[in-house]
């Protein structure tokens, strides 16, 4: 296995909510890519603005509410698995930690794909709606180092490969099922 040195952002410590990183993680990541998902497939079939708006938004709220209510139900599960076999390790208060977490990173990420929308006009909303998210995806990744000690570029390039992925996969679909449709 190779071994890196810490990234520059690393602090030396474990910060108190590192635990948590996983479930801000993969909230902040599924809120922005499924989010600018939509907004992308909306592009891509040449709807209006306003229907990105609307589905932008109500995705943002069902699906961050869906992935902290899983997230709770998977931790609760999983501390009845443990508690069944007479191991206790911590209480409900500990899911409700990981929902919060993983729903305040969803819709804070999540939303970054639809600030352009209340900004920007025209032909120019899908350009800055793409920059915007990028670069948070970059940066999302990025921060990841502060506890995993990877290489900060990498982790930041990485995850700006996996959300741009599903963002023209999404452009496409919507771009294909408008002339077909």
């Not at 996983?22 to 909230?27: A, E, I, N, P, Y």
């Not at 890519?33 to 589905?55: C, H, K, P, Q, Y």
């Not at 069944?84 to 804070?108: D, K, M, N, Y």
């Amino acid at each position: 296995m190779e071994k890196h040195e810490p990234g520059p952002a690393y602090l030396g410590f474990w910060p108190s909510w590192a635990h948590h990183i996983g479930d801000l993680v993969f909230g902040a990541n599924d809120g922005l890519v499924t989010t600018f998902a939509v907004v992308s497939g909306v592009t891509g079939a040449e709807l209006t603005a306003r229907v990105a708006i609307i589905l932008g938004v109500a995705n943002l709220l069902a699906d961050g509410f869906a992935m902290g209510a899983g997230n709770y139900l998977g931790a609760r599960s999983e501390q009845q698995l443990l508690h069944s076999q007479g191991i206790v390790r911590e209480g409900p208060e500990h899911a409700l930690g990981h929902a919060a977490a993983i729903f305040l990173a969803f819709i804070a990420a999540g939303s970054v794909p639809l600030l352009p929308f209340a900004f920007v006009s025209g032909d120019h909303v899908f350009l800055a709606s793409s920059v915007a998210t990028g670069l948070t995806l970059f940066v999302v990744g990025s921060l990841r180092t502060v506890v995993t000690r990877a290489r900060w570029f990498v982790s930041g390039l990485e995850m700006l490969a996996v959300g741009s992925a599903a963002a023209v996969v999404a452009y496409a679909v919507g771009y294909f099922l408008r002339r077909l449709i």
